[in-house]
């Protein structure tokens, strides 16, 4: 199949590499406002190179991968739509809730499959974990804990378009607590602070944060983040009940240094970068997306997915800067 690619920045030419490599893809199309990146993926993959998202729609691609900046995703998942191809767009939907249930609301209906990059839906340990959840290996659960520390801040113009830390990191967290438990987050209660970057402070978001996301059957899930870990890049997920434990991220190149006497686990150079936890998961991300492409299989991650995981970030973001408990419901209605 042919594939375009609409974005060419850090993740659009990591797609690029990652689409050269599977066999279902015969060939690239690809734009960016910047010719040098364009022409950088054209050299590396043998792209097509295009000059708008008008001509990649005109151009016979079979799916479109939209990997532009946030405030481009709502006009080009519609363009895609519009034009009745398949789409598969990094997340978020849109730079706003109102924006995004606005692009749900004019594709319902629309016969056109829609895929929001949440990438850790294909990493083999959560999918594990899912099946042991769904499979009743654990009883009912009572505390599930999700774990997301980036071992340096992005650049302060990042951070400043970013949302804040809820939506851009947290919302990760977020969504594959939905997805691993099938449970819906209620309430949320969110605390934040800053004891690193100025530039984060000064932006008026927090480096660190931690909270507890009450689940509508009772389970208490325990949601910790922070731009700051040396060590590396650490993404964990445990999930305790009343019949067993398991983890997520338990191996030997977790970002975590034991002090127990004689232990010498973990072993291996810690993950420093989410390309590298998560090269996999890329690649099985992608591989879906052919797949929804192909017409074999559904969207796996939703537009509606993916706005409950911003709801939840939008009632932490509230609770965070009033100090109380938010209900989920309470932002829905906003």
């Not at 609301?105 to 850790?120: E, H, L, M, S, T």
Request: charged share 20%; hydrophobic share 45%.
């Amino acid at each position: 199949m042919r594939i375009g690619i609409l974005g060419l920045g850090r993740i659009g030419a990591f797609h690029a590499e990652t689409l050269s490599g599977l066999g279902a893809v015969e060939s690239l199309v690809v734009t960016d406002p910047f010719a040098d990146a364009a022409k950088a993926a054209a050299e590396r993959f043998g792209a097509e190179v295009v000059d708008s998202p008008e001509a990649l729609l005109a151009a016979g691609v079979d799916g479109i991968v939209v990997a532009a900046a946030t405030d481009a995703h709502p006009a080009l998942i519609l363009a895609g739509v519009e034009a009745g191809i398949p789409v598969f767009c990094e997340k978020p939907v849109a730079k706003t809730m109102s924006e995004g249930v606005e692009v749900l609301k004019a594709v319902q209906g629309k016969d056109v499959p829609i895929q929001i990059g949440y990438n850790r839906r294909f990493d083999t340990g959560f999918v594990n974990a899912r099946a042991a959840v769904q499979g009743g290996e654990l009883g009912k659960l009572h505390t599930v804990r999700s774990t997301t520390l980036d071992p340096a801040p992005p650049p302060a113009a990042y951070i400043a378009a970013s949302g804040g830390i809820f939506r851009d990191c947290s919302v990760h967290d977020f969504d594959i607590i939905r997805w691993v438990t099938g449970r819906e987050v209620t309430e949320v209660y969110a605390v934040g602070g800053n004891r690193g970057a100025d530039f984060i402070k000064e932006a008026g978001d927090a480096d660190t944060t931690g909270a507890i996301l009450t689940l509508d059957d009772g389970t208490i899930a325990v949601v910790s983040n922070s731009r700051h870990n040396a060590r590396g890049y650490d993404v964990r997920m445990e999930l305790h009940g009343f019949t067993d434990s398991i983890a997520v991220g338990l191996e030997d190149k977790l970002p975590l240094r034991s002090v127990e006497p004689g232990v010498t686990f973990p072993a291996g150079t810690p993950h420093d970068f989410f390309m590298d936890r998560f090269t996999e998961a890329y690649r099985a991300e992608l591989t879906a997306f052919t797949e929804v492409v192909a017409g074999t299989r559904p969207s796996p991650c939703t537009i509606e997915d993916a706005l409950e995981a911003g709801w939840i970030a939008d009632a932490c973001t509230l609770s965070l800067h009033e100090h109380r408990p938010v209900t989920i419901e309470e932002v829905r209605q906003a």
